[in-house]
């Protein structure tokens, strides 16, 4: 029943340009499909190389002098790498923390700059992943904000019109995801950020589901700041550290709320009181992440040797191929998609619908094809461009339809 489109699949396969970096990657054996690139990216075979040498060289070897001669300056270097894949000019973006702890920090410091009182209100949408939510709601709790939400439609995610609706001079600060988590509705964050700043309020946007898969534009876009996780499509492994965004023309404005020595002017004087370091460094609080920054530079590698409009048109060759294949497999069983099929809307991953995906998706898990489940009975697919196949693609939506043909 499949044959067209396994000989479609092996086409696409066999004339994908990026199918050199596939090796890259870690095999998974006894795992025939892993369409979970976009909540964690599979690790790069370089990585044991790179712990290895960073052993015995700047750790083992060059011992504390290591901080001067390159970690002091790690967060800023990486940051800057991640930068150029989101539209950022140097300078601008730090590399710490986690993504709940660096919008708590950006989000508490855009508040604490807001100096109009009628300022009372946090816009953010009903949709938007959990932990920005609830950053969100504690931020408001502890200053006396309200919360107002847009609800996004289902399949869908926060658009310009939702948001001139509701922004008003009461709007301290808004925050969305640029690609939903759940849909993989890819927001229009100029005209979105434009619309947030004619009510005078400021913009922020989490980057997690777009970095290294959708090229962003946030300087021409004026987003005053963002974050974002490392370890979905920039594969830097479970828990690493984020990427934080502060406009240059916040800097030495904004303040934090977590001082730590590392964010603080000549932090080695280990003076009394303090006082923030200049520009972005003191957005820092504690000792950086630079062990757990080894696999995120190791990808970033691979990343700016692929390009991302190379890596962005194949995301998009996929979840074309995923559509293809759930039109003709999964729909005549029942299943719907909930994300957007125009591709200038489309992040990258796809989200169908179902009674029973829940439990089919265990049954999945077991037999070493990967996809992930959301609540309500949404199954996300989600191929990573550098990491997946067209055929892999086909063998995880075949194996659903299996599933399928027994369940009622
Ligand atoms: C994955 C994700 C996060 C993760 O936050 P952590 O602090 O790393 O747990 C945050 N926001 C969005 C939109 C995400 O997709």
Partial sequence: MTSGLRTVASRLDAEDELAWYLNGFIAAPGVSAYLDGN?????????????????????????????????????????????????????????????????????????????DPGRDEILLDSDNFPTDR????????????????????????????????????????????????????????????????????????????????????????????????????????????????????????????????????????????????????????????????LPLIVSLDL???AGLPAIRSKSLALTDFVLSCVDELLVPHGVAVRSPREASRRGGHITVQRKGFREINGRLWECGVICDYREPQCLRLGPSPLSTTFGEVLTAVEAIAEELVDYR
């Fill in 39 to 115: 909540s964690l990216g599979r690790p790069l075979r370089a990585n044991w190389e790179r712990f290895v040498e960073f052993t015995s060289g700047p750790w083992g070897t060059r011992l504390i002098r290591s901080w001067d001669e390159e970690w002091l300056q790690l967060p800023f270097e990486v940051g800057d790498r991640i930068g150029s894949l989101i539209g950022a000019a140097p300078g601008q973006c730090v590399v710490a923390d986690s993504t709940t702890v660096l919008l708590y920090k950006l989000a508490a410091a855009a508040l604490s700059a807001c100096d």
């Fill in 134 to 293: 609830y950053v969100l709601e504690g931020l408001a709790e502890d200053r006396g904000l309200q919360l107002r939400f847009i609800e996004p439609e289902f399949d869908a995610g926060v658009t310009v019109e939702q948001v001139r609706a509701q922004v008003s001079e009461r709007t301290a600060l808004a925050l969305f995801s640029s690609v939903a988590y759940r849909s993989g509705y890819l927001a229009d964050m100029a005209a979105i950020s434009s619309a947030v700043h004619e009510a005078g309020a400021v913009i922020g946007w989490d980057l997690s589901h777009s970095v290294g898969v959708v090229k962003t534009e946030l300087d021409s876009a004026g987003a005053d700041f963002a974050v974002g996780c490392t370890y979905k499509y920039l594969n830097g492994g479970p828990g690493s550290p984020a990427f934080g965004y502060l406009a240059s023309r916040h800097h030495d404005r904004w303040q934090q709320p977590i001082w730590g020595w590392m964010g603080r002017r000549d932090p080695f004087t280990m003076g009394p009181g303090y006082q923030p370091a200049d520009g972005l460094r003191s957005l820092l609080s504690g000792t950086p992440p630079i062990l757990a920054m």
């Fill in 303 to 305: 990343i700016e040797m």
